[in-house]
């Protein structure tokens, strides 16, 4: 029975679930949605309600762990954090005195999206000791989205939401369950209850995925297209619209430069030469087309999918291009889409209008010393992390600290990474067990679990809809000597004399600031202030719940009258680029199959591994090929098979399913813990990142190299 029941939200993923937490002396038992939180209802995954088995697991690391005597792949012995957190600074200290700040660099990884603080902390450490290098998550699997779509404008206003809109088209994204998708997306909150609830008011769902995935079985036009061919379908849809005049020609001719350029590229590029492309029919191009653009409102939006198979540029951009001529934002007197109440940008002005551009890459940019690639807004892309590690010469990476990030699993091309790992003079990985990344660290720093800080819900910000606030508590005190990570780079800063600057300020270095002064901070210039969320839940009749704001959710304002900006669906001679695209045509390269990657119910990136529940429901990272291309290998279901691209092989599990396109096979990204061989495959799943060539097929603007539609031969092992 339990001490107490309080509330919280889950922090395995960005969709922050509202939860109930039973708590027995120190120790949380077990978790469960809140049925009283209006926004979920109860809801929460398999993967969040394994909270207490991975807070509580005896492996766990409660102190640090150092090489011993400070010796490369000595045995690690444990030591205080205090005493980490100098030898850090102190190796710091001395490779800047040696080599310069850029040979520190800061990587945060999926987890530290979930603590609220790390991102502007971890930034704020970055540029006080002056690197170039620091990296995030975001630029393993999405920075055409991110990074690149701002050149061609942004609406002041916002997309169209989801619970307003009466289509949605789903480009490569399985948000039923990934619980992630762009903005016009169903919300991560009780997905498939939101998107079954929309279909009954009407809702017409559009898929496009070489697997039919838990979206794709709802949807009411699925279109199987071939893995990295994504251009072609978007391209065709818009042949269609443009010559049917299907568009909203009062809101292009009012908004949107370039419009004639991208008509002439895709004028020749007919529903038959897409459909060949693409892999269907080209009845199913028109269709799409037709059901899309006859909507009054609703987006298409991608997952992370359609940029890893290359192209991804291209991709965002016709995306970008089938909104804009559609006219998919929402108008004066609207409420904004996503009022973001915890988000400091959100707060700027709504307005029927194109914003001013927006350069986040190019000319001005800080860039890297490989493969001329440049920053991506405030970070550098992690494509070319390893390489700045192994490449001499000034501004070569000694020090790299890794916080919620496994780069050795989720970072393409594995075996450079490890290379890479293993090469720094020192690398630190702040993680909570022995990951594959934290067996190549010469310092592992224990940090203190999600049930055991304050957070407020500022990652799944985005896919509200509503002015929705959530400041959670921490449930227990942090055992052993764990430490709440935003504090572990406030003392590297001090050891180092350094100030952090933060939005509200500069940040308190005579004491460690509580986490609610430092997310105020950090968040300064947002609708609501932290601290007024946290304290208005405690005063609630539902202490530790979340809050609405309805007096903070905007109206959109008219345009200015001088309102001068406008979209450029010609930048970055996008135009040309699918010109060019639509004129190659697909050489035979002596592969077979295409590897595209997934989602899995039991998983998150390589989050999940270390939970023995998790771990039964699903061992290994299966290959789901097509029965019949199985029967045409000799292979039987559930035989091991070997899975070979040009760089590399990776061993998996064959698993016969009718839901995948012949000639594809569909893994998970950035699986496993550890190198799977044929002997123990079937207990331990390979990570397709081993497959991956990191230099051919990479985008001259992301740097990003083709980590899905990868082609492989298969053999039986």
């Known amino acids: 029975m339990a001490d107490k029941t309080l509330r919280t939200f889950c922090r395995f993923c960005h969709a922050s679930c509202a939860m109930l937490v039973d708590i027995e002396g120190d120790k949380v038992t077990a978790v469960r949605g809140d049925p009283e939180n209006p926004l979920f209802n109860g809801y929460t995954c398999v993967k969040g309600r394994q909270m207490p088995e991975m807070h509580n697991l005896p492996e766990r690391h409660l102190r640090p762990l150092v090489r011993e005597g400070g010796q490369k792949g000595a045995e690690f012995i444990e030591t205080s954090t205090a005493e980490a957190l100098k030898l850090v600074a102190e190796k710091i200290r001395s490779v800047i005195a040696e080599h310069g700040p850029h040979a520190v660099a800061l990587y945060c990884g999926t987890n530290a999206f979930q603590n609220s603080a790390v991102l502007g902390t971890s930034y704020a450490l970055a540029e006080a000791i002056g ?67 929309a279909k009954a008011r009407g809702l017409k769902v559009i898929v496009a995925d070489p697997r039919e995935s838990d979206t794709g079985a709802l949807a009411d036009h699925y279109l199987q297209v071939k893995p990295g061919e994504d251009p072609a379908l978007l391209g065709g849809m818009l042949h269609v619209i443009i010559k049917e005049g299907l568009y909203d020609r009062n809101f292009v001719s009012a908004y949107v430069d370039g419009f004639d350029e991208l008509a002439e590229a895709v004028k020749d590029f007919t529903p038959e030469l897409a459909g060949e492309r693409a892999g269907i029919s080209a009845d199913d191009v028109v269709a799409a087309a037709r059901l899309f653009a006859k909507a009054a409102k609703g987006r298409v939006v991608t997952g992370t999918g359609p940029e890893m198979a290359g192209r991804g540029v291209l991709t965002e951009y016709l995306v970008t291009a089938l909104n804009i001529v559609c006219a998919r934002f929402n108008q004066a007197g609207d409420k904004v889409a996503n009022p973001m109440v915890f988000m400091p940008f959100a707060a700027g002005p709504k307005k029927a209008q194109v914003a001013p551009p927006m350069p986040m890459f190019g000319e001005g940019f800080a860039q890297s010393r490989i493969r001329g690639i440049g920053k991506l807004g405030t970070e550098m892309p992690c494509p070319v992390l390893a390489d700045e590690i192994l490449t001499p010469g000034e501004g070569q990476i000694k020090v790299l600290i890794s916080i919620g990030g496994n780069p050795e699993i989720a970072f393409p091309n594995q075996r450079k990474v490890r290379k890479a790992l293993e090469t720094l003079e020192m690398f630190v990985q702040v993680d909570p067990y022995m990951s594959a990344s934290a067996k190549r660290a010469d310092v592992i720093l224990a940090p203190s679990m999600c049930l055991e800080r304050e957070d407020i819900n500022n990652v799944s910000q985005p896919f509200c809809e509503e002015p929705y606030a959530h400041y959670g508590e921490a449930m227990v005190p942090p055992p052993g000597d764990t430490m709440d990570e935003y504090e572990m780079l406030w003392w590297i800063a001090k050891h180092l004399g350094l100030d952090l600057k933060l939005p509200g300020g500069p940040c308190p270095m005579d004491t460690v600031p509580d986490k609610m002064t430092m997310l105020d901070l950090i968040s300064h210039g947002c609708l609501v202030k932290p601290s007024k969320a946290r304290a208005d839940s405690l005063a609630s009749e539902t202490p530790g719940g979340a809050m609405f704001y309805p007096e903070a959710h905007a109206v959109i304002e008219p345009a200015d009258p001088d309102a001068a900006n406008r979209f450029q669906l010609g930048a970055g001679s996008m135009p040309a680029a699918f010109s060019g695209y639509a004129a190659a045509r697909p050489e035979a390269d002596g592969f077979d199959f295409r590897l595209i990657s997934r989602r899995s119910k039991h998983r998150y990136n390589s989050n999940g591994h270390i939970s023995e529940f998790l771990k039964k429901k699903m061992p290994t990272n299966p290959a789901f090929i097509h029965p019949d291309d199985l029967a045409e290998l000799g292979v039987a279901d559930g035989a091991v098979i070997e899975i070979a691209s040009r760089v590399a092989s990776i061993h998996a599990v064959a698993s016969a399913s009718d839901k995948v396109r012949r000639g594809v096979i569909s893994m998970s990204h950035a699986w496993g813990n550890d190198d799977a061989g044929k002997d123990d495959v079937i207990g331990i799943g390979a990570s397709t990142n081993r497959l991956i060539d990191d230099v051919q097929d990479m985008d001259p603007i992301t740097g990003l190299p083709l980590q899905s539609a990868i082609p492989v031969r298969v053999v039986a092992a």
């Open 131 to 197: 690197t170039r290098n620091y990296y995030t998550s975001v630029t393993v699997d999405q920075p055409a989205k991110v990074f690149t779509t701002a050149r061609y404008g942004q609406w002041m206003g916002g997309g169209n939401n989801f619970e307003e809109s009466d289509v949605v088209m789903f480009v490569g994204n399985n948000p039923l369950v990934s619980h992630y998708t762009p903005g016009g997306g169903v919300p991560p909150f009780s997905p498939s209850r939101r998107l079954r609830d």
